[in-house]
């Protein structure tokens, strides 16, 4: 297959970085279609730690073309500094590499400004935001007020309205949110700065895209955060502010409908989440404690400490249909080693009533009770592992069963961080 998808199926951190590295080696072009850099994901590459908020995994693999789509937006001073830093390491030298859509939207110091006095106001209300400023750029480009990397060629129409942008923002902050206003003329010569850096990489990733599908080549579609944090089907208002299902993709990339071969979803062997919300599977004390100590479960972007739930066939399930998808890799086997029982939520109890599938009505899963089944667990290290022969039996059990009750087939199983610690049963470019 030609064009992949990958997407998360839970609330982000699935691990999807180190899979999207791995098949970026098969692909020429890996693009992101939504969200910022509220998205961080992790990649070990030859024993080197690399965190990448906004380029895509791609720019670790030598010549693959990194593209960053309309649906996406871009702090432009952050994007500069994951630029610098990569060279820094020698990755990533060639600017011809990095294509910019021209109809990205900016997020200007204002809207992290807003993100975090927001977030400070609301207190035990409070969404749990990155707060790199995402919901307040999407505001304003749902409010038409948005600042487009296109607006930059020309900077004195552009200085205007950004200068219109900053009055505006700076009342709200000073009278609605009771916070410090913005100095204007910091941030004009921030961005003054900034427009020399980002001009040379500005594209019609559209007109790209298409060019690319139709020349064959092998183009991934890089999901940030999860199903269960997309604005319309996530646990909403716990969300982020971005459609991070499959179908973004087509407006987002953009690639037409139809032109997606398939989707792979991750998940992680066990659930987790930062921020606010409703999480049914979730566990509290000595095991939780340790498996974010085994599985490093601290926010890339922010270092917030995970909260941690076993697997949830429920979600699953709502993600293989959400995302249609065709394979699930599930990321992170080797953690749960040691743990028996294990448990797996295969359907929730609401009231009386017992549902196999997502009640309607996201609301529903404060109140859901989760319906385990138990299976006995392994003690073997699983890091050598790299065929489903080289696991204990009832880890194998424990992947069949998580598959079963998803409903798709397994494609890929992490056991470890590096890049090939993975059982690759079925490569979507390879198929
Ligand atoms: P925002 O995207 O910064 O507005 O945050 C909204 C919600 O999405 C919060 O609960 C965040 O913790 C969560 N979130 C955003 N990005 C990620 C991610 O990449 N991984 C996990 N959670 C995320």
Same mark, same amino acid.
């Given at each position: ?15 999807? #970085?180190?899979? &999207?590295?791995?098949?970026?080696? !098969? ?12 998205? =961080?994901?992790?990649?070990?590459? !030859? ?7 906004? $380029? ?5 693999? /030598? ?10 937006? &871009? ?5 500069? @500094? ?11 030298? !060639? ?20 993100? %975090? ?124 502010? +971005?459609?991070?299902?499959?179908? =973004?993709?087509? +407006?987002? =990339? ?10 792979? #979803?991750? +998940? ?11 999480? /049914? ?15 490093? @479960? ?28 065709? #394979? ?10 040691? $743990? ?28 859901? %009770?989760?319906?385990?089944? @138990? ?5 073997? +290290? ?26 798709? /087939? ?5 056991? #470890? =961080? ?9 490569? /979507?470019?390879?198929?």
């Amino acid at each position: 297959m030609k064009t992949v998808a990958v997407v998360g199926t839970q609330w982000g951190d699935e691990g999807k #970085g180190k899979i &999207v590295d791995m098949l970026a080696a !098969d692909a020429d072009v890996v693009v992101r279609f939504q969200g910022g850099n509220n998205a =961080a994901h992790t990649l070990v590459v !030859d024993g080197e730690k690399f965190i990448l908020r906004l $380029i895509p995994a791609g720019a670790l693999h /030598p010549n693959k073309v990194c593209v960053i789509g309309n649906g996406t937006v &871009v702090d432009p001073i952050a994007l500069n @500094e994951e630029i610098a830093a990569l060279r820094a390491r020698g990755r990533f030298t !060639d600017p011809s590499l990095l294509k910019l859509s021209c109809d990205a939207h900016m997020v200007m110091p204002y809207h992290r400004a807003i993100d %975090r006095a927001r977030e400070a106001r609301a207190g035990r209300r409070a969404i749990g935001t990155t707060g790199f400023g995402i919901g307040p750029a999407y505001e304003d480009k749902m409010a038409r007020t948005g600042l487009r990397f296109d607006e930059l060629v020309n900077y004195a129409r552009f200085r205007e309205k950004l200068e219109r942008n900053i009055a505006d923002k700076n009342a709200y902050l000073r009278a609605v949110l009771k916070a410090k206003p913005l100095k204007a003329s910091e941030i004009i010569d921030q961005m003054k700065r900034v427009r020399a850096c980002v001009l040379p990489y500005l594209c019609d990733t559209g007109a790209y895209l298409a060019e690319a599908a139709d020349a064959g080549r092998r183009i991934l579609f890089e999901g940030a955060h999860g199903t269960m944090l997309d604005i319309d089907h996530g646990t909403y208002p716990f969300v982020t502010s +971005s459609n991070c299902i499959a179908g =973004a993709v087509f +407006s987002g =990339a953009p690639l037409a409908p139809g032109r997606l071969d398939a989707v792979l #979803g991750i +998940s992680k062997a066990y659930t987790t989440r930062v921020g606010g919300g409703p999480f /049914p599977t979730e566990i509290k004390g000595a095991l939780a404690n340790r498996l974010r100590t085994e599985g490093e @479960e601290f926010g890339s972007a922010t270092g917030r400490p995970r909260r941690i739930g076993w697997f949830d066939a429920v979600l699953a399930r709502l993600a293989v249909r959400l995302n249609g998808m065709w #394979g699930l890799a599930l990321t992170k086997l080797d953690v749960l080693t040691g $743990i028996d029982p294990l448990r797996v939520c295969m359907a929730y109890e609401l009231g009386k009533e017992r549902h196999v599938e997502m009640p309607p009505g996201r609301a529903a899963l404060e109140r859901v %009770r989760p319906v385990y089944e @138990e299976m006995p667990g392994w003690r073997e +290290s699983l890091s050598g592992a790299r065929a489903l022969d080289d696991l204990p039996l009832n880890a194998r059990h424990y992947l069949e069963r998580v598959a079963e009750l998803a409903g798709v /087939p397994l494609a890929m199983v992490g056991v #470890g =961080a590096p890049r090939e610690a993975t059982i690759v049963l079925r490569n /979507p470019f390879l198929v």
